[in-house]
């Protein structure tokens, strides 16, 4: 199977990364590779066959509610790239 | 032409848990922009999801109270977008297996328009599913910049989703407000829609009659029911209009601006509709077992709907009282506890007597009691007078101790400094006079210095009546018992 | 010293034949000697380190000791460590600073274990080669040109090198089984579920599973008692009961049934190492184990399958790195998308971005039922095969890679190459059994060759004991690099 430009183009902005012609020129070969590799799977016959999410068997667990967390809001800001007034900055968002 | 409209809501209801759907963080309401933002909600590097049983049993509870299916095994998936107010980069949120499945609820219209006559209408649920909400951005903080406080991230939603069955702005206000009221009434959402808590989006088309369904667009995060209504109604007259001058709809995603009373379309985001949903694989399937589903329905208390065929049917309330009562589920709880006490110490709820108290106490809180605390900003929750203290005053209402004028300033002092209406009644003197001497003398004095008028009532001007009744209740100060004055009377104006 | 076991480590620390500070400094020592050519390590701080010595010291002092009580381990740069830099071997997280522990890092912790460091790795656990670290590759102590597997190639070359006394790894679709084969050393990939991933950076979340990197299996086995464990934190942590995985160890093999897979001995494996594999086999005949032919029919299709599900989970795993919250930011954007973008294209590499490209596409609009869907069925088609193959044997044996160390830069320009390199090692990681390798020789250019063990659900107390037993009967797992 091969991608098209506009397949990459597309997928690229999805995944928020920015890409240059070459790029997604480079990226369309190397995935149009990678999707022959995984078109295998497409001769297999899986009717019937359910799909398998999680190594086990298992049901979600449930936790009490009840407040365990600290405010940490020191240590973690202390980490970000832009903050003020205990708010993470970011470019402005318009709606 | 004849325009058909057609409405389905997606709500989102805030449930009432400590701590969030997937840490143990507070989601008090109101803290300073991320105290509350644990290494979850912020989504560290490394950090995973655990479910709150919490927001669990309430969903389990919605859906038993709309009567709907739980699902014996539901999934969470991750719906993936990047914004800022979504720190993971994807919500965990129900796609194809959620928790609650099709319910319905019935809902009360009142047409806001004309001498239309309230009507029932069965509005499908077509799900209800668990999510977590995302946090929020602070706009004008520094130049250029938004600011993000992710102490709401996290936040457990139920969206309930329902089925295209409103046709009107009515419709889909009563569905809304009932919804909120179940909400409350169960205990899973406190319902502040100024918070936050209760949001609505609304899907609206429209479509000539018989035709197949028209393009929809969604008013999003509508947080009052009078913006709920204009907003329809101005997206229903947009559509129409758009459409009988040859024009389309396309499907958008819409914001009502309460300023200028008119919907637009938001800024569209060209990847919106590419989620790309799958399991999350962090979270197994919630598997809720008959046991859990039976533990939750004990939980549950009489439904509004149960409740009012009781007040109709015990006590003869019409349609509307019982409407009325069960507004909320304090409003109720209230009456059953005022006409407890009202009836005690012979409770039985049976025969003439309950169904005459009832009436009372119906009214005084359909009435005085809900003007009251309409006019002092307050609700059921921050009363000031108890059951048992207006119980105290119908009881002397009933036994004829005062009389209705009598009552009201009793109620009057009940609410503004407490106490006890018997207390009240004998500090004021407001006990009525029932002994029939002591008012037939009162009368005799009335008729004798009023004789021209007594003649002009008896040559058949019967309005005069009126004058002399109000002349006897000032003569008594207000305290003649009415029934037995207007007898009285009526007995010796005859002659 | 050096080439003590972790036994005998516990018991000259236990004996003040040595304290733990002088142990701790001897390997920094090495390090420092030796890091510059290995690239081995990406962060160290040798003032915590010292500190958690001193502590373990006082530990060994009051009698409170337990087993790896003041034993210096190297960490995978994956795991958050509070104080330490985490970078999972990205420039995105060149500047995390953890501020929390995962949970194997409180195990260790508690256990009064020091770090020695964190160790190099594929970027975000993405490679075989670990070719794709932001922070350069790392080399093979046994040939200096080679790569030495990935993703966790630090911790692999730092216990085949002595650099330290054992490592952690973690692994996805072989990454702590590949570079143990690649380098000469034993790791363990424990059950799906035994070990919390709480606090270990996602990759694929229903894959991603942590495990040791030592020596001998008996190591292995001892780490292996520290790091498993209920977590609640962790959704998909098992609740079980604590297991002592030296209890088995001594157990004779006589009737042990192997399962051979024929699918794990066809074309595409070298023959040096098929040969080595095949000398392993009949060394476990020697110890009275017993040779059972099976299939695993649908193991061919767990590659294709792996790169459909991994990269979609890790397409998703890796949006938080946005440079809103923590993480790289790119210095100059005009907008919010324009941040989010730049951000994530300078700040990931080349195969990080790939496989997110490859799992938004399996997952985005039309395609999720031909990819993610069908991968999904088939990942259950492969964990049928091991199931019924478990009903023939008691372990499954093979090779652990295909063929010894490839050279630096070989495989670079192929991603598609590169991905088959763990042909025999992603089967396990999909069903999540548990797998080990083992050093079971080496190949005609003398780098080491990797047995593989696969064992049912649990069962690594059994597979470890196979592993000793073959240890306790040979020297493979003795021999060290010499060159360096």
Redesign the interface.
């Known amino acids: 199977m091969s991608?098209t430009t506009e397949?990459?183009r597309?997928?690229?902005?999805?995944?928020?990364?920015?890409?240059n012609e070459a790029e997604i020129d480079a990226?369309r070969s190397?995935?149009s590779?990678?999707?022959?590799?995984?078109?295998?799977?497409?001769a297999?016959d899986?009717r019937n066959?359910?799909?398998?999410?999680?190594?086990?068997d298992?049901?979600?667990?449930?936790?009490?509610?009840?407040?365990?967390?600290?405010?940490?809001?020191e240590?973690?800001?202390?980490?970000?790239?832009?903050v003020?007034?205990?708010?993470?900055?970011?470019?402005?968002?318009?709606? | 032409m004849k325009w058909e409209i057609v409405i389905g809501l997606e709500v989102h209801a805030q449930l009432s848990?400590?701590?969030k759907i997937f840490?143990?963080?507070?989601t008090a309401f109101g803290a300073?922009?991320?105290?509350?933002?644990?290494?979850?909600s912020?989504a560290?590097p490394g950090v995973l999801p655990?479910?709150?049983?919490?927001?669990?049993e309430r969903a389990i509870q919605f859906g038993l109270a709309v009567g709907a299916h739980i699902a014996p095994r539901s999934?969470?998936a991750r719906k993936n977008y990047?914004?800022?107010d979504l720190p993971k980069g994807y919500q965990i949120s129900q796609f194809d297996l959620p928790v609650v499945g099709m319910g319905a609820m019935t809902i009360q219209v009142e047409p806001l328009s004309g001498n239309a006559k309230p009507y029932e209408k069965v509005v499908r649920i077509t799900r209800a599913h668990l999510e977590e909400d995302a946090g929020k951005?602070?706009?004008g903080?520094?130049q250029?910049?938004?600011?993000?406080?992710?102490n709401r991230a996290g936040t457990p939603l139920l969206e309930i989703v329902s089925e295209p069955d409103m046709s009107s702005a009515a419709e889909a206000v009563a569905y809304a407000k009932t919804l909120h009221s179940l909400v409350r009434w169960i205990g899973i959402c406190d319902g502040n829609m100024q918070e936050g808590s209760f949001r609505c989006d609304v899907n609206v088309s429209v479509r000539r009659a018989g035709e197949p369904l028209g393009t929809r667009r969604e008013i999003k995060n509508l947080n009052s029911f009078k913006f709920m209504q204009q907003a329809i109604d101005y997206e229903v007259q947009w559509q129409i209009d758009t459409l009988e001058n040859g024009g389309k709809i396309q499907q958008a995603t819409i914001?009502f601006d309460p300023e200028t009373g008119e919907t637009h379309a938001?800024?569209s985001k060209?990847?919106a509709h590419?989620y790309?949903y799958f399991?999350d694989?962090d979270?197994?399937?919630?598997?809720i077992s008959p046991e859990f589903i039976e533990q939750m329905r004990a939980k549950l208390p009489e439904l509004p709907e149960a409740r009012r065929t009781r007040y109709t049917e015990n006590y003869a309330l019409s349609a509307y009282d019982a409407n009325a009562l069960t507004a909320t589920r304090e409003m109720a709880d209230f009456f059953d506890a005022c006409l407890a006490a009202t009836l005690s110490p012979s409770p039985s709820p049976a025969g003439g007597r309950g169904e005459q108290v009832a009436k009372m106490c119906a009214n005084w809180l359909i009435g005085e009691v809900s003007a009251q605390l309409n006019r002092d900003g307050l609700d059921m929750t921050t009363c000031p007078i108890t059951p048992t203290q207006l119980s105290g005053m119908l009881v002397r209402i009933a036994d004829n101790t005062i009389s209705n004028s009598g009552a009201k300033d009793v109620f009057r002092v009940l609410w503004a400094e407490g106490g006890d209406a018997d207390a009240i009644i004998e500090a004021k003197g407001l006990k009525q006079v029932s002994d029939s001497g002591a008012i037939e003398a009162l009368v005799d004095e009335i008729i004798t210095a009023n004789a021209e008028k007594v003649a002009e009532y008896r040559s058949g001007k019967d309005k005069l009546f009126g004058f002399f009744v109000g002349l006897a209740m000032k003569a008594s100060k207000g305290k003649a018992n009415p029934a037995q004055l207007n007898e009285i009377l009526k007995a010796k104006l005859a002659g | 010293m050096i080439n003590a076991s972790l036994k005998q480590l516990s018991a000259a620390l236990a004996e003040k034949k040595i304290s733990s500070v002088e142990l701790t400094q001897l390997y920094l020592d090495r390090i420092a000697a030796l890091n510059p050519t290995l690239n081995a390590f990406v962060t160290l701080d040798a003032e915590r380190s010292l500190a958690q010595a001193k502590a373990a010291d006082a530990m060994l002092a009051a009698g409170h000791a337990q087993p790896l009580t003041g034993i210096p381990l190297a960490q995978k740069d994956i795991f958050c460590a509070t104080g330490w830099r985490t970078t999972c071997g990205s420039k995105m997280l060149e500047?995390?600073?953890a501020?929390y522990d995962a949970h194997v890092i409180q195990q260790f912790n508690q256990a009064g274990a020091v770090n020695l460091g964190k160790t190099n790795m594929d970027e975000f656990a993405m490679g075989s080669s670990n070719e794709t670290s932001y922070f350069g590759a790392v080399r093979n102590p046994w040939n200096t040109n080679a790569v030495p597997g990935g993703s966790s190639g630090g911790a692999a070359s730092a216990v085949a090198a002595r650099l330290c006394a054992a490592a952690t790894g973690t692994d996805t679709g072989g990454s702590i089984r590949q570079p143990a084969a690649l380098c000469g050393i034993s790791g363990i990939k424990p059950?799906?579920?035994t070990v919390s991933r709480y606090g270990m950076i996602a990759f694929a979340s229903?894959?991603d599973q942590a495990g040791p990197m030592a020596r001998s299996a008996e190591d292995c086995a001892l780490m292996l008692n520290v790091m498993t464990g209920f977590d609640?934190r962790d959704?998909?942590s098992?609740?079980r009961e604590k297991e002592d995985y030296t209890r088995d160890l001594n157990q004779p093999l006589a009737g042990l049934r192997i399962g051979l897979p024929k699918e794990f001995f066809a074309a595409g494996l070298d023959n040096d190492v098929a040969e080595c594999v095949q000398a392993a086999i009949a060394e476990y005949q020697k110890l009275g184990a017993v040779v059972v032919d099976i299939s695993l029919p649908?193991s061919?299709?767990a590659?294709?399958?792996y790169?459909?599900l991994a990269p979609a989970e890790a397409?998703s795993n890796l949006?938080r790195f946005?440079?809103?919250?923590?993480?790289y930011?790119a210095p100059d954007?005009?907008?919010?998308?324009?941040?989010?973008?730049?951000s994530?294209?300078q700040g990931?590499g080349a195969e990080v971005?790939?496989r997110?490209?490859?799992g938004?596409?399996?997952l985005?609009h039309g395609y999720y039922d031909?990819?993610y869907?069908?991968?999904?069925?088939?990942?259950?088609?492969i964990?049928q095969d091991f199931a019924a193959a478990f009903t023939q044997c008691d372990v499954i044996m093979g090779p652990t890679s295909p063929s010894t160390a490839f050279n630096l830069g070989e495989k670079g320009d192929?991603?598609?190459q590169m991905?088959l390199s763990d042909i025999y090692t992603i089967a396990v990681n999909l069903?999540?059994l548990p797998g080990m390798s083992i050093p079971a020789g080496f190949g005609k250019n003398g780098l080491p060759v990797g047995l593989q063990l696969i064992g049912d659900?649990f069962k690594e107390a059994q597979m470890l004991n196979a592993a000793h037993q073959y240890q306790q009967a040979t020297d493979w797992h003795q021999r060290a690099p010499q060159h360096i």
Do not use: C, W
Not at chain 1, 84 to 95: K, T
Not at chain 2, 32 to 40: I, K, L, M, S, Y
Not at chain 3, 322 to 327: E, M, N, Q
């Open positions: 991608l397949d990459v597309k997928v690229a902005r999805l995944a928020r990364l920015a890409m990226a190397q995935l590779g990678i999707f022959e590799l995984i078109a295998e799977m497409q297999v899986t066959i359910a799909p398998m999410s999680h190594a086990q298992v049901s979600q667990r449930l936790r009490a509610d009840v407040v365990t967390a600290q405010n940490e809001r240590a973690f800001q202390a980490i970000a790239p832009q003020e007034a205990g708010l993470y900055l970011v470019p402005q968002v318009i709606e | 848990t400590q701590t840490s143990g963080a507070s300073e922009p991320n105290t509350q933002a644990d290494a979850v912020i560290l655990v479910l709150n049983k919490g927001a669990v999934v969470f990047f914004y800022p951005s602070v706009h903080a520094t250029g910049m938004t600011g993000i406080d992710l914001l938001m800024r060209e990847d590419d790309r399991p694989p979270l197994l399937p919630l598997d | 500047n995390f600073i501020p059950t799906y579920g229903s894959l609640e959704s998909t098992l609740q649908n061919r299709l590659v294709p399958v790169y459909v397409s949006s946005d440079g809103v919250r923590y993480g930011r954007y005009t907008d919010l998308t324009d941040m989010y973008e730049k994530r294209a990931f971005k790939r997110i490209m490859i938004t596409y399996v985005s031909a990819y869907l069908q991968a999904q069925k088939i990942r259950r088609l964990a192929d991603p598609v991905y069903a999540g659900y």
